[in-house]
């Protein structure tokens, strides 16, 4: 026999085994993923091979560990154990599970998702400001997240699709209640991040150098521009925080911040302003550092609501893990969002969900009494995490805490007094190992008599010497003249700033 006929022979016999060999794959995995009400749900899947590898599904947006989908998927993979968590923000059920996959045989997983919470029919709805995914894969990603408003930053330091062309529409809406922009943008270098909405068209960024020019000269042609733009702080630790306080023009301010993820919490400040570790140790110490800034905030007297982020795309987040609910009422208008955010009729969640009143009023209201008033306060909390106590905070103190350790769902009442003026708000910590999970709600404000609010001395003080320390590190570190008088004088006039203010301080 020759060589050839050998050849044709063993062919043949690869053939015949490969025809009839067990099928080395799954012939079909299928999700479905139900309501209460037996209709198919966008959804994020988690789902893990038997090596622990997140697996993609073909098609589908997916994004470090998770993909969404419309409710269903069917995909091929080997056979195995495979484990999955099913999610859809945190207003429904977590459902997990494994499934033992077989060889050539099809497997599927039907799952009814249930909601723990209807938030938009008491006139609540979700948005994030930091959403860093592709603009076409945006609709099914807030479908997924039960999200209602994401910004989306498609311009960032360097990075400008936009230079040639304008998108036809900015502002979409891929529902009924359900909106994204487009064009917002990022400024993040050596102070931190600030983060733009509402603007016709990107500023013109990609040529700054990390220190140069400051990040202020930009803030405030963004809003000699275009008055109606929101400029939302990243994070409360970044290095510049004090000078963009002192200016006057920040929106918002976000305490859920991206150094929060779902499955992990960043240890550190990364370039920003670090926390004592020793007084604020990990895993929670940067998110109480985050939230110590912001009552120092409330406490000098600035009225600056907070908002939330997740850096989806960036950051191994979800769309929408960190979010902003902001009550609108039964119907949701993108305006009138905004607007509300601004009024502080919000609170801010990673995962619990804290509805909270205060004499029958949403925070951000401004009570105005001609003495100290007894305030009584109605807390509803909702959460998959234990949450082991709820705790209530005026001008920077926790004053009371309310146990609720036994149940994931409370009704709470407390009495709150308030004998002078300044801000409360309410917050719930999860038990959570691995992050800082929280809600906190907006602050409620109090003015006592002819005075507006009390202004902290050692709030003052505390961003006076910081805007101090960074404003010594930039002499140093900017060695040309052209940068140093562009750059320096405005952190000199916010050491000036907090300077004043604190010589103005009537507490502390």
Known sequence: MNCVSKLVIWVGCFVVLALFAPNAVAAKLTFQINDANGAAVPCRIHLLDPAGKSLEAPGLPFWKDHFVCPGRVDLSPAAGTYSYVIERGPEHEQVAGKIELAEGRDETVTVTLRRIADLKSLGWH?????????????????????????QVITWWNKRNPWTSSLPDEALRQPDRDRFFHVLAGEDERGGGALLYFHLPRPLEITKAEREFPSSLSFLKQARQAHPS??????????????LWLASGEVD?????????????????????????????????GNGLWTQEIYYHLLNSGLRVPPSAGSASGVLPNPVGYNRVYVHTGPRLDYEEWWKNLKAGRSFVTNGPLLLVRADDKLPGEVFQFHAPKTIKLEIQLISRDRVPRIEILQNGEVVQTLDCSNNREQQLTAELSVSKSGW??????????????????????VEIGNVKTNISRKSCEFFQKWAEERTASLREKLSQED????????HERAVEFWTARARQANAD
Not at 235 to 240: E, L, N, R, S, Y
Not at 252 to 269: L, T, V
């Open 126 to 150: 979700g948005g994030e400001t930091h959403v860093h995914r592709p603009p076409q894969d945006v609709p099914l990603l807030m479908q997924a997240e039960d999200l209602h408003v994401a």
């Open 252 to 284: 918002s301010i976000g305490i859920a911040n991206n150094h929060m993820c779902r499955s992990q919490m960043y240890r550190d400040e990364a370039w920003g302003k670090p926390r004592d570790t020793s007084r604020l140790p990990n895993p929670h």
């Open 424 to 445: 409360f708000l309410v917050r719930a910590i999860a038990d959570n190992p691995q992050t800082f999970r929280f809600a906190s709600t907006a602050p409620f404000y």
């Open 229 to 242: 733009v929101w400029i939302d702080v990243e994070k409360p630790f970044w290095w510049d925080v004090p």
């Open 483 to 490: 940068e140093r008088r562009e750059v320096l004088p405005h």
